[in-house]
């Protein structure tokens, strides 16, 4: 019996820093082509900035502990809180993914260099919190001083950013060449972690993924999954003499979740290759018809691209 597969996928889990990187550069070559923008823009890209290095690198940690929930720190779940999600979740993941973005929320408010390091602890990369220098630091403070306080220069900020007491009362300013500085800062950020995950999870390829989901939904030795699939050019395609070569030796159930599967990539394919009388919805393992269910609703387009994957809103798990 194999184990069920994590399904970390290099590509999703690295999506919304590749995303965020882009639309850094973006921003960074307006300023460097001196753009010349009023100030109330400088504003608001300065906190837009920010914002992309915290959700960026949030929304990936959040990935990677969907992948392994196992890695959320242990305690005691909140019975009484998520009395309504553990009495009506369909699925379990519905209530990991409410316990995982639970957690996030609560060390959120952690210094952003403590914050950066519990994220490379639990992504089991090198710790980068020292790229939370001073500086980055600094231009937090002023980031927060701007929302909550229009920049004015308060006891909190002089604390957070260890600056002049005597400065207490004045106003900051954001520069052009202030929101560049910082604009590199956080490149340099997203940029090594990604380098950090490229290393330690550019295997976990969407071609590994859909084989360890078939080896954990068909372990019969009449369902290889070289023998009903093959690849070219970068897409999976049905090798239609393969299941018809062993389709009248499989169960019931096995055809069921090979239906289902192939549902997924080609509803025309399953119309000539089932037929409805040789179909058990009740699947003998309930579970893995469970677990492939989720799957695809988490990645709808697993089976059409080797190479891009775009994975369904995390938060579609979470009942409105």
């Known amino acids: 019996m194999y184990n069920k597969p994590n399904l970390l996928i290099y590509q999703d889990l690295v999506q919304p820093l590749e995303s965020a990187i882009n639309e850094l550069n973006e921003i960074l070559k307006n300023y460097l082509n001196d753009a010349g923008y009023e100030a109330f823009i400088n504003k608001g890209i300065f906190a837009y900035v920010l914002s992309l290095l915290e959700g960026s690198v949030a929304e ?42 639970d957690y996030l929320f609560e060390i959120s408010y952690e210094n952003g260099g403590v914050l950066l390091n519990k994220y490379c602890q639990l992504l089991g990369v090198t710790n980068l919190s020292s790229l939370f220098n001073k500086s980055l630091i600094e231009k937090k403070a002023r980031r ?16 957070t950013a260890k600056s ?69 050019e970068d897409m999976l395609y049905i090798k239609t003499e393969g299941i018809k070569k062993h389709y009248n030796n499989l169960s019931s159930s096995e055809r069921t979740l090979l239906f289902y599967f192939l549902q997924n990539y080609s509803p025309g394919a399953c119309e000539k290759i089932f037929k409805l009388h040789d179909l058990n919805m009740q699947v003998s393992n309930n579970h893995q018809m469970i677990f492939i269910v989720s799957v695809f609703d988490r990645f709808p387009l697993l089976l059409q691209n080797l190479k891009s994957i775009q994975p369904a809103s995390f938060l579609k798990y979470v009942r409105e």
Request: neutral net charge; glycine residues 4%.
């Open 144 to 159: 927060n001083s701007l929302i909550h306080n229009n920049l004015k220069v308060d006891s909190k900020y002089i604390w």
């Open 60 to 101: 990936c940690v959040e990935r990677y502990l969907f992948a392994f929930p196992e890695k959320l720190p242990k305690g005691k779940i909140d019975f009484e809180k998520y009395r309504g999600e553990i009495l009506g979740a369909d699925f379990s993941y519905e209530l990991t993914a409410l316990l995982i973005q």
């Open 164 to 232: 002049d007491p005597r400065d207490k009362g004045k106003y900051l300013l954001i520069r052009p060449k202030y929101v560049i500085e910082t604009i590199e800062a956080i490149l340099e950020i997203l940029q090594k972690l990604q380098a950090e995950l490229e290393v330690k999870y550019g295997a976990y390829t969407i071609l590994k993924a859909v084989k360890d989901v078939w080896a954990y939904l068909f372990q019969s030795p009449i369902m290889k999954f070289d023998d009903y699939w093959g690849i070219s």
